[in-house]
C-alpha cells in the first residue's frame, strides 16, 4: 500500500521496562504532508463544518473593526498613526500566531460504544486541549442480533451529542469534523439516525470507511511508537470493529504497509459470542475458544505479516489497552497521564488478560478501573488483544490513550494552517 500520512516521529529510546516515550507531549504536533492533510480538509462531504462563529470572525466582525478603525482615524488625524500601526500588527506574524492561539478546533468521535468529543487551540509544536467529554453510550447495543440500532441506543447517543453540542457553542470552535464508525456504517438505520443527529443538535456526523478510521487512529498515536528498525503494528479495538496497520518507518516519512478491520470489538463481540461462564474453568474454556474465533478473521492479514520483522513494534490505541494497562499498574483509579505513552511486557499484560477472563462478572466488577460498566466487556477486548499478540509477538506493548480524534484535530490544524498561507501567498 505504501501510503504517507505523517513525517517520521521522534521516537524514545528501546529502554526501561516501563517506559514512556519522551516525545509524547509533542505527539500531536501538526507537521503533515500538505497534500494528505488538504485532501482531509477540503472534502465538503468530509463532515468538517465551519461553525458560525468562524463566518462571523471572517467575514463581519474583522470589516467591522477595519471600518471602524478607518472612521476613527479620519475624526482623529492625530490617532492615524496608531492605527496604521494595529492594522499592521495585525497582519503580520506575531498577531497572526495570537489569533490562532485563540482558535478552537474540534473532533467528535461516535463510536459502537463511546462517544468522545476534545476541543484544541494550537500551540507553536503541538495543541492544548481546552475542553473535553467522553460517555459510554453502547450504540451498537442489540445491533449483532437485529442488524439496526435500539430506540434506546440511539436515545443515548443524542443526549451525549446534545453535551457535545453546547460544548461546541460555549467553546466558540470555528473548525470541526465529527465521524460516525462501524454501528453506523452496519446498522440498517444508520442513515436515519445521522439525520435524526443534525435535525436535535447541529451536528453533521461523517460515517467513515474502516480505512480512514484505520488512518485517523494511526495518525493521532504513532509518534509514541518505540525506537526500532522494521515495521510496527498498530491497533484500534474499537466496539463494532478492530483496525490494525502495519507501519513502515525506515523513511523520513512513516508508511502505511498493510492494514486489515474485522468486525469484531468489544460490543459486538460479546453479543455474537455466548458461553458457559458457571465455573472458572467454564470461562477458560470459553475464553479460550473466543480467541480462536477472533485469531481466525486475522487468518488472511497475518499470512501477508512479514516473517523477518526486526524488533516487532506493537502499539495498542483503545479502552481494552488502557483498563489492562491501569491494571497492570495497580491505579485506585483510572489516570491518563499514568498510561498513556507506557512500553509494557506483552507476556504481562496476556498474563493479566487471562486473569481477567477466568474472573466472574462480580469479580472483575471489582477492579476498581474496570467497575461493572466494563465487566461485561472486557473479557472481548482481552480475547482480540491476545490473538493479535499470537499473530504479531513483540516483546513490548505500547499503550496510547489517543487516537481519532487526536488524529482529527492534528489533520483541521495543519490543513487549516496550510490553507490560510495559500490565500496569504
Same mark, same amino acid.
Given at each position: 500500500m505504501g501510503d504517507p500520512f505523517a513525517p517520521s516521529p521522534h521516537k524514545s529510546k528501546f529502554g526501561n521496562r516501563l517506559a514512556r516515550s519522551p516525545s509524547q507531549?509533542?505527539?500531536?504536533?501538526?507537521?503533515?504532508?500538505?497534500?494528505?492533510?488538504?485532501?482531509?480538509?477540503?472534502?465538503?462531504?468530509?463532515?468538517?463544518?465551519?461553525?458560525?462563529?468562524?463566518?462571523a470572525g471572517k467575514n463581519g466582525a474583522a470589516i467591522c473593526r477595519d471600518n471602524a478603525g478607518k472612521k476613527a482615524a479620519a475624526r482623529h488625524p492625530e490617532r492615524r498613526s496608531?492605527?496604521?500601526?494595529?492594522?499592521? !500588527?495585525?497582519?503580520?506574524?506575531?498577531?497572526?500566531?495570537?489569533?490562532?492561539?485563540?482558535?478552537?478546533y474540534a473532533a467528535l468521535d461516535l463510536g459502537t460504544n463511546n462517544c468522545r468529543l476534545l476541543i484544541a487551540r494550537p500551540t507553536q509544536q503541538s495543541f492544548t486541549v481546552i475542553d473535553a467529554f467522553s460517555r459510554?453510550?453502547?450504540?451498537?447495543?442489540?445491533?449483532?442480533?437485529?442488524?439496526?440500532?435500539?430506540?434506546?441506543?440511539?436515545?443515548?447517543?443524542?443526549?451525549?451529542?446534545?453535551? &457535545?453540542?453546547?460544548?461546541?457553542?460555549?467553546?466558540?470552535?470555528?473548525?470541526a469534523r465529527s465521524v460516525a464508525t462501524e454501528a453506523c456504517r452496519q446498522a440498517d438505520n444508520g442513515e436515519a439516525f445521522i439525520k435524526r443527529v443534525a435535525r436535535e443538535t447541529g451536528i453533521l456526523l461523517d460515517i467513515i470507511p474502516p480505512r480512514e478510521e484505520a488512518r485517523l487512529a494511526v495518525m493521532g498515536c504513532y509518534t509514541l511508537l518505540e525506537q526500532g528498525e522494521g515495521p510496527a503494528l498498530i491497533f484500534d479495538i474499537g466496539g463494532g470493529?478492530?483496525?490494525?496497520?502495519?507501519?513502515?518507518t525506515d523513511g523520513a516519512v512513516p508508511t502505511i504497509l498493510d492494514w486489515v478491520s474485522v468486525p469484531w470489538g468489544v460490543v459486538s463481540l460479546t453479543e455474537s459470542f455466548e458461553y458457559d461462564q458457571s465455573s472458572r474453568a467454564a470461562r477458560i474454556k470459553g475464553y479460550e475458544d473466543m480467541c480462536a474465533l477472533v485469531r481466525s478473521s486475522f487468518t488472511e492479514f497475518a499470512a501477508r505479516l512479514p516473517a523477518d520483522a526486526g524488533m516487532r513494534r506493537l502499539m495498542g490505541t483503545s479502552g481494552t489497552v488502557t483498563t489492562l494497562s491501569s491494571v497492570y499498574l495497580d491505579l485506585p483509579s483510572y489516570n491518563?497521564?499514568?498510561?498513556?505513552?507506557?512500553?509494557?511486557?506483552? !507476556?504481562?499484560?496476556?498474563?493479566?488478560?487471562?486473569?481477567?477472563?477466568? &474472573?466472574?462478572?462480580?469479580?472483575?466488577?471489582?477492579?476498581?478501573?474496570?467497575?461493572h460498566d466494563r465487566a461485561d466487556l472486557v473479557v472481548a477486548g482481552c480475547a482480540i488483544m491476545e490473538a493479535i499478540f499470537d499473530i504479531w509477538p513483540g516483546d513490548r506493548l505500547g499503550v496510547a490513550d489517543r487516537g481519532i480524534r487526536e488524529g482529527i484535530l492534528r489533520a483541521l490544524m495543519a490543513g487549516d494552517n496550510s490553507n490560510r498561507n495559500r490565500r496569504r501567498g
Open positions: 507531549d509533542a505527539a500531536t504536533r501538526p507537521n503533515f504532508v500538505k497534500g494528505e492533510m488538504q485532501s482531509v480538509v477540503s472534502d465538503a462531504s468530509s463532515g468538517i463544518a465551519r461553525t458560525p462563529a468562524h463566518n496608531n492605527t496604521d500601526r494595529r492594522v499592521r !500588527q495585525r497582519g503580520n506574524g506575531d498577531g497572526r500566531r495570537g489569533w490562532i492561539s485563540k482558535t478552537a459510554v453510550v453502547r450504540l451498537g447495543e442489540g445491533l449483532a442480533s437485529n442488524g439496526r440500532m435500539s430506540e434506546a441506543a440511539m436515545d443515548r447517543a443524542v443526549e451525549a451529542l446534545g453535551i &457535545c453540542a453546547q460544548k461546541l457553542k460555549k467553546r466558540n470552535v470555528v473548525l470493529s478492530t483496525e490494525l496497520v502495519l507501519v513502515g491518563r497521564s499514568a498510561v498513556d505513552g507506557l512500553h509494557l511486557p506483552s !507476556q504481562d499484560m496476556r498474563s493479566i488478560a487471562r486473569e481477567i477472563a477466568a &474472573c466472574s462478572p462480580g469479580e472483575r466488577a471489582e477492579y476498581p478501573t474496570i467497575g
